[in-house]
């Protein structure tokens, strides 16, 4: 078995609903969406295996990859790739850059798991999946989508600061404004009456106008 998937729902994700639940071989055996649940999981998918862009991306989760586990957060990477290339591939970056691979690689032959997460652009290309990631939460339910075109790698330190503003918000009950890492401060929610709005103004927070409100977390 290369690939099986518990739903035929090949619909795209959509943010803030449950993840596409799926089966797969991958480098560590037989996975399912819900062996991940209890913890946050990023699912990224790859073009191909033995290509430089993509090696230099492993390379650079896998140096995350610690930074991600304090946080709650397991890896899992994808292509449409066998499961025996993605056991060479992750032998061959060991040997050639002294890189372990510690996360788990999805063999997706017959594009079931790809096509279930949308990972193919047909204007890219028909026989690779995008450089595409996945946040989702411990409930299983899809927080962020990442997609980046074939030719330009990711920024993981992006990933790691999308993941801690996610924790944020789910723990203080607040936004990100762009560019925020923890330790800056974080956006109030707005407002959503007259009475609030005129409340706001006397709450104590760093406000501009009542709609624009920061506070330390």
């Known amino acids: 078995m290369e690939t099986a998937v518990a739903s035929s729902n090949h619909s795209l994700p959509r943010l803030g609903q449950p993840a596409p639940p799926f089966e797969a071989d991958t480098t560590h055996g037989i996975l399912r969406l819900e062996d991940f649940k209890g913890s946050w999981l990023i699912l990224f998918s790859h073009p191909a295996d033995f290509t430089p862009v993509c090696t230099t991306e492993f390379m650079a989760f896998a140096e995350l990859a610690p930074e991600l586990r304090r946080r709650g957060v397991e890896l899992c990477g994808l292509s449409i790739d066998s499961t025996f290339s993605h056991i060479a591939w992750v032998r061959n970056i060991e040997q050639n850059f002294g890189v372990k691979i510690p996360f788990p690689v999805i063999a997706d032959l017959n594009k079931e798991v ?46 790691l600061r999308l993941i801690d503003a996610l924790q944020a918000t789910d723990k203080y009950g607040i936004a990100t404004p762009a560019n925020w890492k923890p330790g800056d401060k974080v956006i109030v929610p707005p407002p959503k009456t007259t009475e609030d709005a005129d409340a706001r103004m006397k709450a104590g927070y760093e406000t501009k106008d009542w709609y624009f409100s920061k506070r330390a977390v």
């Open 114 to 159: 790809a096509s279930l997460y949308g990972m193919i652009m047909p204007g890219e290309s028909k026989t690779e999946t995008s450089r595409c990631l996945f946040a989702i939460d411990p409930a299983g339910i899809l927080r962020a989508m990442i997609y980046y075109p074939l030719s330009t790698g990711r920024n993981t330190q992006e990933v």
